[in-house]
């Protein structure tokens, strides 16, 4: 095979990936460098089954091997051999969890995942909480937690780096030191209620009041690589992506007294490439990067598109997920109040 012919395949396996100017592995250690040594957060988990995991009881006697997946996740399936095998040959020092992101996926994708592929280890469906605690910025993402209950690694790849990072965790000391709290409560909003004053910082380096009297928002939240990446995997989401994406377009440039903002999920995005995604689609409404996932969590929102409607008096009137008859409605609505 030519080196022409590989190079083009490598772009081509490159343009499948929801990122590639920056690798995982690189997104992740960057993410996840202030949080080597120290100590873990001191969490209860609720396995998709019921289960109760106290993350807290296990430092001093177990290490701790987190793997962030998504069952839409390409890198994702490829290493599910390397956690299965962990699983099988932890023994007694290390405790295996597989936590979905659930990031546009539901807890029956993944018991439908988990009977397609026999996964025994224990399962956890996260609600943005625990990702936060462990600066989640792609999937899959490993954590590794020494039996000392500090954090050892963080990272991508299912290599020999994270091999050795199992290795050392099982074999640090037992003692715990200093402890990390448990993660904090965050007030959230459903429709319904009355969202409070806040500040976001736009893409183009400007700062908006939300919400604003006397004016109705539109809050779209999505993610940049929904309509390329999932083509593939996902193909029926992508294109629900694409048509929310041409329905605010349209909506937002129709001079309706509405105040579009996006809000774009980190995971698998920095603000280059929501710069990027902005300039390929002609994007007018202003743009926010939601890094470290707060935006999503205070509303709730697990899937994209979403879009949220507040009305001038700062509640928000309406969630809609899909463009189409529902969106017409609820802006008809929106307008009437």
Request: with cysteine; glycine share 6%.
């Given at each position: 095979?030519?080196?022409?012919?590989?190079?083009?395949?490598?772009?081509?396996?490159?343009?499948?990936?929801?990122?590639?100017?920056?690798?995982?592995?690189?997104?992740?250690?960057a993410a996840g460098k202030s949080l080597i040594g120290k100590p873990a957060p001191r969490v209860t988990?609720?396995?998709?089954?019921?289960?109760?995991?106290?993350?807290g009881?296990?430092?001093?006697?177990?290490?701790?091997?987190?793997?962030?997946?998504?069952?839409?996740?390409?890198?994702?399936?490829?290493q599910m051999p390397h956690l299965e095998k962990t699983f099988a040959e932890a023994g007694p020092d290390l405790a295996v969890i597989a936590v979905s992101v659930g990031?546009?996926?539901?807890?029956?994708?993944?018991?439908?995942?988990?009977?397609?592929?026999?996964?025994?280890?224990?399962?956890?469906?996260?609600?943005?909480?625990?990702?936060?605690?462990?600066?989640?910025?792609?999937?899959?993402?490993?954590?590794?937690?020494?039996?000392?209950g500090r954090v050892l690694y963080i990272g991508h790849e299912a290599n020999a780096a994270l091999d050795a990072a199992l290795l050392a965790a099982r074999t640090t000391p037992g003692q715990v030191g200093a402890t990390a709290t448990g993660a904090k409560e965050e007030a959230h909003y459903d429709v319904g209620d009355r969202v409070p004053a806040f500040e976001a910082a736009m893409l183009d380096g400007t700062h908006l009041s939300l919400p604003q009297a006397g004016r109705p928002t539109a809050l779209v939240f999505?993610?940049?690589?929904?309509?390329?990446?999932?083509a593939t995997s996902r193909p029926g989401l992508a294109q629900s992506c694409r048509a929310m994406r041409e329905k605010v377009g349209a909506l937002a440039s129709s001079g309706a007294k509405v105040r579009w903002i996006g809000v774009a999920s980190g995971l698998w995005a920095n603000r280059e490439e929501l710069a990027k995604y902005r300039d390929e689609h002609r994007i007018?409404?202003?743009?926010?990067?939601?890094?470290?996932?707060?935006?999503?969590?205070?509303?709730?929102?697990?899937?994209?598109?979403?879009?949220?409607?507040?009305?001038?008096?700062?509640?928000?009137?309406?969630?809609?997920?899909?463009?189409?008859?529902?969106?017409?409605?609820?802006?008809?609505?929106?307008?009437?109040?």
């Open positions: 095979m030519s080196r022409y012919v590989l190079w083009c395949c490598l772009l081509f396996v490159l343009s499948l990936s929801p990122a590639w100017a920056e690798s995982g592995q690189q997104r992740a250690e988990l609720k396995t998709i089954d019921g289960q109760t995991i106290d993350l009881a296990l430092y001093g006697k177990q290490a701790v091997y987190i793997k962030f997946w998504a069952t839409w996740c390409v890198p994702c399936r490829e990031f546009d996926e539901t807890i029956e994708d993944v018991r439908k995942y988990r009977e397609e592929l026999g996964l025994k280890m224990p399962l956890v469906f996260d609600d943005g909480s625990l990702g936060e605690a462990f600066h989640l910025r792609v999937t899959p993402q490993h954590v590794v937690i020494g039996r000392d999505l993610s940049p690589w929904c309509e390329s990446y999932l007018g409404m202003p743009l926010t990067l939601d890094d470290s996932g707060a935006l999503f969590r205070r509303f709730r929102v697990t899937h994209v598109p979403t879009v949220l409607l507040i009305d001038a008096q700062g509640r928000i009137a309406s969630r809609v997920e899909e463009a189409g008859p529902k969106l017409e409605q609820a802006m008809r609505a929106l307008s009437a109040r």
